[in-house]
């Protein structure tokens, strides 16, 4: 098993001594590391750090009021994240004296003036808390708890635009460093890699190695200065021969390896964000070109980068195609036919099988190019993320996924998003600019242009059937 390393343990030096001085500022105020605090005691030490203009003594605070918060019982921590919604907001006094000083003289001090006192308190306090040791990590597991809580506790969202509005500059690209992530990284930063894999769980120490160790085999992960053992993502990459339609082969612990230096493809096939306090902030775009130019450098007899991907929204936005009686996608025979997907294990049957292959890959490809959400960007996820970092959508594969968990959130659907270097700026602008989704002729093709049928063709007295979308690269 890995072992830690010599900056490892100079980094937990420089953090203990840093937190001892840090307890001897708290001593100052008569608190405790470990001391719970009720919600009107968080409230009252927010204030009073606030107040403070020391920074010594302002990180005490900090650290004071992080710890009491951890140590606090949710109903006091709700009490605590309710008053930061309803009691931080911007001082209504001084913001009602600089709209009047603004109508009066619209100045760019005024201006100044006015956007400083329009600033919610929460937004100052939020700062200082950060200057705790850990308090970037301790301020994501606080965001994580107020979007679990704004579902019943919508006052929250203001708490929640404010976290949104702090981590977007705190965690932009800049601040990202890629590092490859291998068997002798230690083995703390390992042991989140199994914790945290979203996309193709990791179930032991042996299937990590698997993942890691052979010469066929990278991950590589984003890492902040403020988390520095904690991957914000890992990608972890397969080198193949060619661009993969299913992951079963990819993940077989049986599989014989190849050397990199015989690989022509990058497959990225797991792609995982590992902080849910950090939904939906934007670590910026072309990340993974970032990751493709780091094989480019290592192996450049690799051309080819692609991904093979997972489809989450597919089987939940076919069932509401499939309950709408209105909708124009589907005709009788084909609501009949894919009445088998309700049918466990309906994909072991090579028969029901082959007679949703045409039905299911048409519909996918609607659903990539021709289904929207209010913003114009394609509904699915995973489809954001890539094609929003410039990658092309380029084969759809129809049963990649036969996993329990492929099957409930795609019916098995994977696809291949590819990068090619000289189209990522261009494939990025024109999704952003003019809404274009870039796709290979071979997926647009399959986009139906009057309903899915299962009815066979005229003619020829065959079943209707779609091609399967073929790759380009």
Known sequence: ???????????????????????????LFGLTSSQ???????IALSETLLSRRGEASGVALAASLLAGYEAADEDDKL????????????????????????????????????????EPRRQE???RLNHAPGGTAALVKMREAVLARIAAHPQLRHVDDDFVHLFTSWFNRGFLVLQR???????NILEKIIRYEQVHTIHDWDDLRARLAPPDRRCYGFFHPRLVDEPLIFVEVALTKDSPAAIAPLLDLEREP?????????????ISNTQQGLAGISFGNFLIKQVVEEIKRELPNVQTFVTLSPVPGFAKWLKRERDNPDSTLLDASARTALEALDT????????????LKPIVLQLAAAYFLQAKGPNGRPLDPVARFHLGNGARLDRLNFLGDRSPNGMRQSHGLMVNYLYALGDIEANHEALFERGQIAAASAVR???????????????????????QAAPTA
Do not use: C, H
């Open 125 to 127: 306090l939020i700062r």
């Open 445 to 467: 093709k399959l986009v139906p242009t009057k309903p899915v049928t299962s009815e066979p063709r005229k003619g020829n007295g065959k079943t209707a059937s779609a091609p």
């Open 181 to 187: 992530i291998d068997w002798t990284t230690p083995a």
């Open 79 to 118: 009490a605590f994240l309710d008053a930061l919604a309803e009691q931080f907001g911007p001082d209504l006094a001084e913001l009602n004296t600089a709209i009047e000083a603004f109508r009066a003289d619209a100045s760019a001090e005024a201006t100044g003036e006015l956007l400083r006192a329009a």
């Open 258 to 270: 190849i050397a990199a230096s015989d690989a022509t493809t990058a497959v990225f096939y797991s």
């Open 36 to 42: 719970p605090m009720s919600g009107d005691e968080l």
């Open 344 to 355: 466990p294990n309906w994909f072991d049957d090579a028969d029901t099988a082959d007679r």
């Open 1 to 27: 098993m890995p072992i830690a390393t010599t900056a490892d343990r100079a980094s937990e030096f420089l953090g203990g001594l840093f937190n001892s001085l840090t307890e001897r500022g708290r001593s």
